[in-house]
């Protein structure tokens, strides 16, 4: 094995995070930490000294942070992105002279040992870091190195090379006598904060006409704003916009044949009014949508489009470009099938195809497209049937120039492939959330979300429903079964969704028996929605909403704990922010048709809170508060109530004026 610098005694290993040996990037959001730990040491007894080097990508030399030793060789140091954008980070250790020469001092010392010498090699090192410490501090150095030198009381020098002073100066400024470098230098994806934190809100602009019959535009579709922000959300995601292909065009509740009014799927994108890059003429024009945009922003809400790769046999692609599109025996284009599925008004593109880098072209132009007309996000429709390389090609590169746009998978497919589309570069991603229902299912899988390496590239969007998913649990389980999924998804997640006004006015009628399918679907149908109606779930949104803005320990996926509480039916869990201020406990009734009960155990230490005195749990969803003692607490859900509680849990501290409070 050829050695570059045998000098180099320290070892680096086992760095954490790091993603398949730094080949993908951790992702963070501008203003959080990154928490960095190593197994460092060296042969010997000398002592070591680390740290983390880091520094926006392409922006001059390494800011370093120094490294603590936590317990049996590993070390842990931490830096603050504050931008988006690429961070590139390492690890550097080396044996520290002057750390070994102070502790063996101490020692020494102690022992009644004669040390005169050891002043005299201390008094050189300090005298050697003159050239690396600036200003006052290396005047200092030169005194603290000439009064080591002086002979005479001994006990003064001994204090003074033991000093904290001095210690903290030769820490700042280092000796770093052959110093090992970690070999690999490791990237952190920084993204905005609605990267980390949003909520999502699914609208079909066709279906926001004010009469029941009429296809909506998009002025319908900005009156309707309001209505979205009122509830609480962040963003609002519209179901493709472009023209829609006549061609094999699907009718009401995906029949194949059509009738003479049905607007068709608007993922069957294209026609003669245009493709990709196109507004369907009955929603409106390019202007109305770029004023779309302004309104939103203005409403505190940001549009996200979607972003379907397929096109209608109508589309101008099929026609300008057929060697993007593979080919039957027959000469016909092949549709679209899972089958016995078959979607003959879609066409998928040809990624096998030999003209594949002019398509890759065509396909991000389409984004920088939209991203001149205002949008930063876009929910990319089934990404894992499109190549890999692909999107680790086309999101770095928008990125490069666009470092705020935002791409969120919908992904249903393979955990494997859902994370590889995520070390790709994918923002955030669907997951399985929306078919796990019982409390078995939820703590396992969000265990894995949130206390493995996942957590570090995986960023999870939480959907109760879509316009492709009813699932069995809210068609049967009522009012209280949405009420349920809302709360989980968003307490479990820093980010979710819904598919409104679907959801909000609990529709649950499934097309037929063991389908996931809605019944008069707005996939193939125009929809009349009355967003007023008293049973709406829209006031429980807006609350749930306003949690979420009011509690940071919601709005990151960090420290998510699943908690015991005796009973099967019932789910306990806590979220709690960096500063220990903030702990949320949600206990939750997945029963949507029985009252259930159970005592909880909350771990009371990893929240600061006195095992021996009170505390309180106020539960923000009914602003009801309770005074709870110890670890173990009785908690009971009544099943035509509220099915869960939000809880704040609050210490007692005592104030000057001797009264107590909760914080």
């Given at each position: 094995m050829e050695v570059e610098e045998g000098r180099s005694r320290v070892v680096i290993t086992n760095v954490k995070p790091e993603i398949e040996c730094g080949r993908y990037p951790v992702k963070r959001t501008a203003g959080e930490k990154v928490i960095v730990e190593a197994d460092i040491f060296a042969d010997g007894h000398d002592a070591v000294s680390a740290a983390v080097l880091y520094r926006k990508q392409g922006a001059g030399p390494w800011i370093e942070s120094p490294m603590e030793l936590l317990a049996n060789d590993r070390w842990r140091g931490q830096f603050l992105v504050s931008e988006s954008g690429?961070?590139?980070?390492?690890?550097?250790?080396?044996?520290?002279?002057?750390?070994?020469?102070?502790?063996?001092?101490?020692?020494?010392?102690?022992?009644?040992?004669?040390?005169?010498?050891?002043l005299l090699i201390g008094?050189?090192?300090?005298?050697?870091?003159?050239?690396?410490?600036?200003?006052?501090?290396?005047?200092?150095?030169?005194?603290?190195?000439?009064?080591?030198?002086?002979?005479?009381?001994?006990?003064?020098?001994?204090a003074l090379a033991l000093s904290e002073d001095l210690a903290g100066v030769m820490e700042r400024y280092p000796a770093k006598h052959f110093a090992s470098r970690y070999q690999r230098v490791l990237t952190v994806r920084v993204d905005r904060e609605r990267a980390r934190f949003s909520a999502w809100y699914e609208m079909f602009p066709r279906s926001c006409a004010p009469e029941a019959g009429r296809h909506g535009t998009l002025k319908n579709c900005e009156r309707r704003l309001p209505y979205v922000a009122s509830m609480g959300f962040d963003v609002l995601y519209l179901p493709p916009i472009h023209p829609i292909g006549r061609s094999f065009r699907k009718g009401k509740n995906n029949a194949v044949v059509a009738g003479p009014g049905d607007p068709g799927s608007p993922w069957a994108i294209g026609a003669e009014e245009g493709g990709h890059k196109a507004i369907h003429p009955q929603l409106g024009t390019l202007e109305d949508f770029r004023q779309l945009v302004r309104k939103a922003k203005e409403n505190g809400l940001e549009i996200a489009l979607d972003l379907a790769y397929q096109c209608s046999p109508d589309h101008p692609y099929v026609k300008e470009h057929p060697e993007w599109f593979r080919h039957r025996p027959d000469g016909t284009i092949q549709y679209a099938e899972n089958p016995p599925k078959k979607y003959q008004d879609i066409y998928p593109f040809d990624f096998e195809t030999d003209h594949w880098k002019e398509l890759w072209d065509e396909l991000k132009s389409i984004v920088l497209f939209w991203i001149e007309q205002g949008v930063r996000i876009f929910r990319v429709d089934n990404p894992h049937t499109k190549p890999l390389p692909f999107w680790g090609w086309l999101i770095q590169d928008i990125q490069r120039d666009w470092p705020d746009v935002i791409f969120l998978a919908e992904a249903f497919t393979r955990p494997k492939v859902m994370y590889q589309l995520a070390k790709l570069g994918f923002t955030q991603s669907y997951t399985y959330f929306t078919w796990r229902n019982t409390k078995p299912e939820i703590t396992e899988y969000f265990t894995d979300l949130a206390q493995?390496?996942?957590?570090?590239?995986?960023r999870p969007s939480l959907w109760p429903n879509t316009p492709d998913i009813l699932t069995e649990y809210l068609q049967f389980g009522g009012r209280q079964a949405f009420i349920t999924r809302l709360i989980?998804?968003?307490?479990?997640?820093?980010?979710?969704?819904?598919?409104?006004?679907?959801?909000?006015?609990?529709?649950?009628?499934?097309?037929?028996?063991?389908?996931?399918?809605?019944?008069d679907s707005e996939k193939y149908e125009i929809r009349s929605w009355d967003t007023g109606r008293p049973d709406s779930l829209r006031h429980v949104i807006t609350r749930v909403n306003q949690i979420r803005r009011e509690n940071p320990a919601l709005q990151s996926d960090?420290?998510?704990r699943f908690h015991t509480v005796g009973n099967e039916q019932m789910l306990c869990y806590s979220k709690h922010s960096e500063d220990g201020n903030d702990i949320v406990l949600v206990v939750v009734n997945l029963d949507p048709h029985h009252t259930q009960a159970g005592w909880v155990e909350i771990p009371l230490a990893d929240f600061g809170i006195s095992p021996e005195g009170s505390y309180q749990a106020h539960d923000a969803l009914?602003?009801?508060?309770?005074?709870?003692?110890?670890?173990?607490?009785?908690?009971?859900?009544k099943s035509q109530e509220l099915p869960a509680h939000i809880f704040r849990l609050r210490r007692r501290v005592r104030r000057e004026e001797d009264f107590d409070y909760y914080m």
């Open positions: 690429v961070y590139e980070y390492c690890l550097e250790a080396w044996v520290d002279r002057f750390k070994s020469w102070r502790r063996d001092l101490q020692k020494k010392a102690a022992a009644g040992q004669d040390i005169q010498l050891d008094a050189g090192m300090i005298e050697e870091n003159l050239k690396r410490v600036p200003g006052a501090g290396a005047q200092s150095l030169k005194e603290w190195g000439r009064d080591l030198r002086q002979s005479g009381d001994v006990t003064r020098r001994i493995t390496e996942v957590r570090e590239f995986f989980l998804a968003a307490t479990l997640g820093a980010s979710y969704g819904i598919y409104g006004p679907a959801f909000e006015l609990i529709e649950n009628r499934a097309r037929e028996s063991r389908s996931e399918e809605y019944l960090a420290n998510l009914s602003d009801v508060r309770y005074l709870w003692h110890g670890a173990r607490n009785y908690v009971e859900l």
